[in-house]
């Protein structure tokens, strides 16, 4: 089975697994909120967002703005204690689901972090292709990864790459790799935004 099947079937291990991933957020958190422009975002739904941190960071931020924590059941039930203690659980709901058939649909903005390195470009294109189903005329579409640069200079991404081919069959992707999986999926690549972290802000809106 693969690691989030684990996680999934054993209790224990996927609540580390999602602690973890808590921690790595805490530490990018406001990287990422000093980086992108979320003023304009009414409503934004974080897919595959665990415990919800990162979106809590920006509603904190933006107080125009409402959200939708999407996860597998099993991880949500974990993410309303640290919704309530951040005082935002009262502008976000939470919805189960699964990203491979449908994500919940009519918001402006649409956020991923870590998650699309998790696959390869097959199974990346069917999760952006639901979102393009889902997302407003005019919505974003938000891809927080590492981007890998060109050249053979040492970075951290390219290390994570080795790392997500052996663990899951991802990878890191350059900048053009992500053009294309934005243009295969029914967007167009309007921005790649550093941040002080090692991850980027990849934001691509609806080509049609």
Same mark, same amino acid.
């Given at each position: 089975?693969?690691?989030?099947?684990?996680?999934?079937?054993?209790?224990? *291990?996927?609540?580390?697994?999602?602690?973890?991933?808590?921690?790595?957020?805490?530490?990018?958190?406001? *990287? $990422?909120?000093?980086?992108?422009?979320?003023?304009?975002?009414?409503?934004?739904?974080? $897919?595959?967002?665990?415990?919800? %941190?990162?979106?809590?960071?920006?509603?904190?931020?933006?107080?125009?703005?409402?959200?939708?924590?999407?996860?597998? #059941?099993?991880?949500?039930?974990?993410?309303?204690?640290? %919704?309530?203690?951040?005082?935002?659980?009262?502008?976000?709901?939470?919805?189960?689901?699964?990203?491979?058939?449908?994500? +919940?649909?009519?918001?402006?903005?649409?956020?991923?972090?870590?998650?699309?390195?998790?696959?390869?470009?097959?199974?990346?294109?069917?999760?952006?292709?639901?979102?393009?189903?889902? $997302?407003?005329?005019?919505?974003?579409?938000?891809?927080?990864?590492?981007?890998?640069?060109?050249?053979?200079? #040492?970075? #951290?991404?390219?290390?994570?790459?080795?790392?997500?081919?052996?663990?899951?069959?991802?990878?890191?992707?350059?900048?053009?790799?992500?053009?294309?999986?934005?243009?295969?999926?029914?967007?167009?690549?309007?921005?790649?935004?550093?941040?002080?972290? +090692?991850?980027?802000?990849?934001?691509?809106?609806? *080509?049609?």
């Amino acid at each position: 089975m693969s690691s989030f099947e684990f996680y999934e079937r054993n209790e224990e *291990a996927g609540k580390v697994f999602n602690r973890v991933m808590t921690n790595f957020t805490l530490a990018v958190i406001p *990287a $990422i909120v000093e980086a992108y422009d979320f003023s304009g975002v009414k409503q934004l739904v974080d $897919i595959a967002g665990g415990h919800g %941190l990162l979106l809590t960071g920006i509603l904190k931020a933006n107080s125009q703005a409402q959200g939708t924590l999407f996860d597998l #059941p099993f991880v949500l039930d974990s993410a309303g204690e640290l %919704l309530e203690k951040e005082g935002v659980l009262h502008r976000v709901e939470l919805a189960s689901g699964d990203f491979f058939q449908s994500v +919940p649909a009519g918001a402006d903005a649409y956020m991923m972090k870590h998650i699309i390195h998790d696959w390869d470009d097959e199974s990346s294109i069917k999760i952006l292709r639901n979102i393009h189903s889902a $997302i407003n005329e005019n919505g974003k579409v938000l891809i927080i990864e590492m981007v890998v640069p060109e050249g053979n200079e #040492p970075h #951290p991404a390219k290390v994570l790459d080795i790392l997500m081919l052996l663990m899951e069959g991802g990878k890191e992707r350059t900048k053009d790799e992500y053009g294309k999986l934005l243009e295969a999926s029914g967007f167009r690549l309007t921005n790649v935004i550093s941040t002080k972290s +090692p991850y980027s802000v990849i934001e691509g809106e609806r *080509a049609g």
